[in-house]
């Protein structure tokens, strides 16, 4: 996952002015926009913005929101208090994103976009101006957003941080040169390639730094040729060549050697040596014309076909493709190794001759952040550096300096364990998000804006408190913080609190409470408030733990900091494993477990899919090629009682606009179906096919189905307007005829589940998956709704439905990656009742989780620890969660001893009715 910065500087112009608004007064929605109940549009649990003190926020000092209509909110008005952290909370769509980012960050963006000439505006990605009547007091802005993505083998923690660049400039104009290499030294006397490097030499990502023999990844791939043939008893057409690909284009391949007078009836070992040899391994690709054997019922016409031998197959496949599958089937071809030229370390010879305080750069990126920062301090006092002529030693000084600050941002938000070397694809959510953000704390901005998107997520308790010093300091230095989120921790430490609701979708868009945190308790109709401590209620879960049905156990873990690892895992029953960020969670379950289960399941030669993408879709990148990426499992016990594997996380579940719940869900499938029934589609002969919009048949012509059409602007942001034709129904005229219940597919697509819900209740299977995203708290979802623009949380969800409604296929693991990262309290209390459901059924479930009440409603914990990086990647506790509380010693256990003494002393019980209007 990663996320993206995107800032808005110098919003100094308001656009409109706003109605004068006493700050007692300062949040309320218009007199025509209704509470989900009926009763007055007042908002506050009194009406008024409570708490509200003019000698604190000042006349001055607010952002001022008029007519806020994005999305779900309801002609929304409400006072935003600068130079605070304001924690903007409610459930899953309830509108906190619509007013923190779609609107109050969006007008800031587009008010810098109006300074900007009109030519660099062309190039800018400028979006839509938010559906707002005016905003007052708004500040230049800066975003930070969660976007998922794989991140590719090339993107480090140093990338990402901006460490390398710092780092690459220190080696190249600080470095120790070899004699006949340095500055002085050459003075015009020596070779022209021989000159000091530039700091792109110091880049594995560079022509001019990457290792020549493995093009700057560190490992070499060589295929074994051996391995190309199954059975070389079996003749080329029966099947004797394993590394083809299969289907058409194997046959193709088959075909064209038989042109080219090879004898593919024969036993491939009868070949002749030669020709075997050149077959399997020829790097020429001629072509040649092909007239393929007449079948029934096919028409077969002469072709032209070109040659590839299994050899460049395989290369070609493992350099290219981004299906896991195929690049999991040519990897079993080859043999992985480090490279013998480079070592490992990916730079040219000429880069790793350079050194600093006697290391070369590779030493220094392959440092954990704590040691590379303590190594840059005794680099100012070395021997080597004291040796520089004065302009590079005062230059040493100048990098080393900004190097330490910004290496001491990364440190003060626990990152200190990581090396700038670490590919980002390998660290969690969490960790990428702070990476993002220690850029910000030492930027130096003053006055700005920052809109973070539940910067908490996928953050251990303890993390949690460096983040929240990190905010403060974002504050202190001038700025305003504004936070969408949902942890009780977070929400407790901000300055000010804006919670949304009270449900979601249509049932939300309304402020119900705006003012200091500590007065959210007294808001009745908050569901925010019922979860604040020390009233916490308890989570779904057993009566008493589970008895295990046996055990999954793992001997012999070794990957990134976990070495020689063991731990146990209980069937039939619900794993919470725990540790602080960086403890080693994510590579025990999501590498290990998962690596284990499936080579297990693969035993019988079968190639297994890649980890990092279950459901062998388009994952964007290649291989990590890292060494320390690298996670192996000596023995596995117990492996023989997992029957299925399903791997749950928070990756899109859509990379096109046209991907969309319906579709994902299988749910579009019964529609199409239903509306092919009817008597007029019948009568019109229109098939389930007619009702997909990516049909050429069904959709409109106009705007092909995805109901919108772009409007270029040329200087102005291009829009995005209903398409003239079909006016976003997506379908042609005839297709839209079909109705049924009075309602077209068109009409049914428009629906949120709840509404669908009730529309199809009779209809199945629709009507199991409708149950099941409205039960897990996905009602305001509406169908249609592109992929592209669900959350993390939102598509993990999805994807766990879409397992569910299937029928039982025997012991099912289930792994799922911080299930209740980015969720509402109120919406993790749903989804964990689906989780325990799952195991009443007989399956077992192990979670990577920070979340107190999801732990201590699991069977067993695993804690990992006690800190991060080289200084975890033990189990330092396990147990009943109880059992972890009275007796462990590590971050978990303290924090969950401090969750359940504040239940126990509340005697709180989980609310019958935690999400109104769902």
């Known amino acids: 996952m990663t996320n993206r910065v995107t800032r808005s500087p110098a919003v100094g112009v308001e656009r409109r002015a706003g109605p004068a608004t006493l700050p007692g007064m300062a949040a309320h929605a218009q007199p025509d926009a209704e509470a989900a109940d009926g009763s007055s549009a007042e908002v506050g649990h009194d009406g008024s913005t409570p708490g509200h003190d003019e000698s604190t926020v000042g006349h001055d000092g607010l952002i001022k929101v008029r007519g806020a209509t994005e999305h779900n909110l309801r002609r929304l008005d409400v006072d ?22 779609a609107t109050v960050y969006a007008e800031a963006q587009h008010r810098y976009l109006e300074s900007v000439a009109p030519y660099a505006r062309r190039l800018i990605d400028q979006g839509t101006a938010p559906k707002v009547g005016s905003i007052t007091g708004l500040p230049p802005a800066v975003a930070l957003r969660q976007q998922h993505s794989s991140g590719s083998s090339r993107s480090t923690v140093g990338t990402v941080s901006r460490v390398s660049n710092l780092l690459r400039m220190l080696y190249s104009r600080a470095g120790s040169y070899p004699p006949g290499r340095t500055p002085e030294e050459l003075a015009g006397t020596f070779p022209r390639d021989a000159a000091p490097l530039d700091s792109d030499a110091f880049s594995p990502n560079t022509a001019a730094g990457a290792c020549p023999s493995c093009a700057g990844l560190g490992r070499l791939h060589t295929v074994v040729v051996d391995r190309l043939v199954g059975d070389d008893s079996l003749s080329i057409r029966d099947g004797a060549i394993a590394a083809w690909p299969g289907a058409w284009q194997g046959k193709n391949y088959r075909d064209i050697l038989a042109e080219l007078g ?40 002469p072709y032209k076909g070109t040659y590839q ?4 197959w395989v290369l070609h496949t493992f350099a290219t493709t981004k299906a896991a599958h195929l690049r ?23 880069a790793l001759e350079v050194t600093v305080a006697g290391r070369d750069i590779a030493a220094a990126t392959a440092m954990p952040l704590t040691r590379l920062a303590a190594f840059l301090r005794s680099a100012r006092t070395h021997p080597d550096t004291a040796a520089l002529p004065p302009e590079r030693r005062q230059a040493a000084r100048t990098l080393i300096t900004g190097l330490g600050e910004q290496l001491d941002a990364l440190i003060g938000l626990g990152l200190g364990y990581l090396a700038t070397a670490r590919t980002t694809a390998s660290l969690s959510a969490g960790e990428l998000r702070r990476l993002h953000l220690a850029t910000q704390l030492r930027s130096g901005l003053f ?12 953050l251990h308790a303890a993390d949690t408190e460096l983040l929240l010093t990190a905010l403060r300091r974002l504050k202190g230095a001038g700025n305003s913080v504004f936070v969408v989120e949902h942890n009780a921790q977070v929400l407790g430490a901000a300055d000010w609190v804006v919670d949304l609701g009270p449900g979601a979708g249509r049932h939300g868009g309304q402020v119900l409470f705006n003012g200091p945190a500590g007065q959210l308790r007294q808001v009745p109709e908050s569901v925010t408030a019922r979860y604040l401590p020390p009233s916490t209620p308890v989570a779904p879960g057993p009566d008493r733990p589970r008895t295990p049905r046996g055990w999954l156990r793992l001997t012999g873990v070794t990957g990134h900091n976990l070495h020689e690892l063991s731990a146990g895992f209980p069937l039939g ?18 590498r290990a477990l998962a690596g284990a289960v499936r080579a297990h399941q693969h035993a019988d030669g079968e190639p297994p899919p890649l980890p990092d993408d279950e459901d062998g879709e388009e994952d964007g990148g290649a291989p990590a090629a890292d060494p320390a990426d690298r996670v192996t499992v000596r023995s596995g016990e117990g492996l023989q009682h997992i029957d299925r594997l399903v791997v749950v996380d928070q990756k899109p579940i859509g990379r096109t606009p046209r991907s969309n719940l319906a579709t994902y869900t299988g749910l579009f499938d019964s529609v199409r179906k239903l509306f092919a029934a009817q008597p007029e589609a019948r009568r019109l002969g229109h098939t389930a096919s007619r009702f997909s919009f990516n049909v050429a048949q069904g959709r409109c012509p106009n705007c092909l189905g995805d109901g919108v059409v772009s409007v270029e602007l040329l200087f102005l942001p291009t829009e995005a307007a209903p398409c003239p034709v079909c006016h976003g129904a997506r379908y042609n005229p005839e297709t839209l005829t079909v109705r049924y219940r009075d309602r077209s597919v068109a009409d049914v697509l428009a629906m949120s589940v709840e509404e669908a819900r009730e529309f199809l209740h009779e209809v199945q299977p629709a009507a199991r998956i409708l149950d099941l995203l409205a039960d897990i708290g996905l009602g305001y979802l509406t169908l249609g709704q592109s992929a592209t623009t669900l959350s993390g949380g939102e598509a993990q969800r999805i994807k766990l439905v879409s397992e569910l409604h299937r029928a039982p296929r025997g012991h099912t693991l289930y792994l799922l990656d911080e299930p209740t990262s980015g969720l509402h ?66 971050p978990t256990a303290h924090h969950l001893r401090r969750h359940l003494d504040a239940r126990s002393g509340a005697g709180s019980h989980a609310p019958s009715d935690a999400r109104p209007g769902t």
């Open 309 to 312: 031998s299994p050899r460049s």
């Open 825 to 890: 309290p109120a919406d993790v209390d749903l989804l964990l009742g689906q989780l325990q459901r799952l195991v009443d059924a007989g399956n077992t479930l192990v979670l990577v989780e920070h979340d107190l009440r999801t732990i201590a409603a699991a069977d067993w914990v695993i804690d990992l620890g006690p800190g991060a990086g080289d200084e975890g990647g033990r189990v330092i506790a396990e147990g009943h969660p109880r059992d972890l509380a009275g007796q462990g010693a590590g």
């Open 262 to 301: 090879v004898d593919i009836d024969a036993p491939f070992r009868t070949l002749p040596a030669a020709s075997r040899e050149w077959l399997l391994t020829t790097e020429e690709q001629p072509t040649v014309t092909v007239h393929p054997v007449r079948e029934a019922h096919r028409i077969t016409r």
């Open 328 to 350: 999991a089937k040519a990897a079993s071809f080859m043999t992985e190794e480090t490279c013998p030229a480079c070592h490992g370390k990916r730079l040219n010879a000429r």
């Open 573 to 590: 029953a619900l794993t919470a494993v725990t540790g602080v960020s960086g403890s080693g969670k994510s590579t025990l379950v999501g």
């Open 80 to 101: 935003l208090p600068r130079d605070r952290v304001v924690a903007f909370t409610g459930v899953s769509g309830s509108g906190k994103s619509s007013l923190a980012f």
């Open 447 to 458: 006055g700005v804006l920052y809109v973070l998107d539940e910067p908490s997520a996928g």
